[in-house]
């Protein structure tokens, strides 16, 4: 695939499509299975064939301290293609599956950044704490954290495959008993038992948190939230329209 275009701050001009069809691509050559069958993304053992083919250096088990008082959970060294997750998170867990994805996106998309995009002369480490790994916020004025949102698009994108995972939404939903609104997710309560059972299921079968497999089903047009509980209009308001922003001013829908 055609590498992307780089603007003034070295970081690529992907839109939700572009980053899409590169996760897909990854997929279909190291771990195609996900892309056919209702499986989890194999995202350990992806980083160890990104390890032999491509040079990525793998630290799991790192300390890697805090920042401001907040633990961070994940880092990547841009300049020796090294990615960190801190010991604090359990391999294979939730948390563990979707930092590594998120600095897995960081080694193949950013090695090119400026240090000035990271918000630092010359360091070239890129320090994730929790509040980098929300990915439906966003400020256009600000590289790092267009960064942040490109990483978080790649790990829910790779970790929760569009091409297989409204099946496996279609697939929870009939082995749980529903038989009216196959593929759509109606969230009608703060406490709703079905939406819980549905999510408790697909988070076995992906390995992600609730929050991940919640944004990720508002994404695909999966979810339709009829509570105020996780709607946070505004801040998915500001998010897109930020998007929206950047991607007209680089020529992209």
């Known amino acids: 695939m055609q590498k992307p275009r ?3 701050n070295g970081v690529p001009i992907l839109s ?10 990854l997929l279909e050559v190291l771990a195609p299975t996900c892309l056919s069958e209702i499986v989890g993304t194999p ?5 160890e064939k990104l390890s032999r083919e491509r040079g990525l250096i793998i630290v799991p088990q790192a300390s890697l301290g805090s920042i401001g008082g907040r633990k961070i959970r994940g880092c990547c060294d841009i300049n020796s293609g090294t990615v960190y997750v801190d010991d604090c998170l359990e ?9 590594l994805a998120h600095e897995i996106g960081h080694f193949l998309m950013h090695r090119n ?8 002369e010359s360091d070239p480490l890129i320090k994730d704490i929790d509040r980098d790994l929300v990915f439906n916020q966003l400020e256009s004025d600000n590289p790092r954290s267009l960064i942040e949102w490109q990483a978080n698009k790649f790990a829910s ?18 082995e749980l008993g529903v038989s009216r609104n196959i593929g759509k997710v109606y969230l009608n309560a703060r406490n709703d038992p079905d939406y819980k059972n549905l999510v408790d299921a697909l988070s076995l079968i992906y390995r992600v948190s609730s929050s991940v497999l919640r944004i990720r089903m508002q994404e695909l047009n999966i979810l339709v939230d009829k509570t105020s509980f996780f709607r946070q209009e505004s801040a998915v308001k500001t998010a897109n329209e930020a998007l929206t922003d950047l991607f007209n001013s680089w020529g992209l829908e």
């Open 6 to 8: 780089l603007d003034g």
């Open 16 to 25: 939700h499509e572009g980053i899409e069809l590169r996760t897909e691509k």
């Open 43 to 47: 995202i350990a053992a992806i980083a």
């Open 91 to 99: 391999p294979g867990s939730a948390k563990f599956n979707f930092t």
């Open 113 to 120: 950044v400026l240090p000035s995009a990271l918000n630092a």
């Open 157 to 174: 994108s790779i970790l929760l495959p569009r091409k297989i995972f409204p099946k496996a939404v279609i697939f929870v939903q009939k």
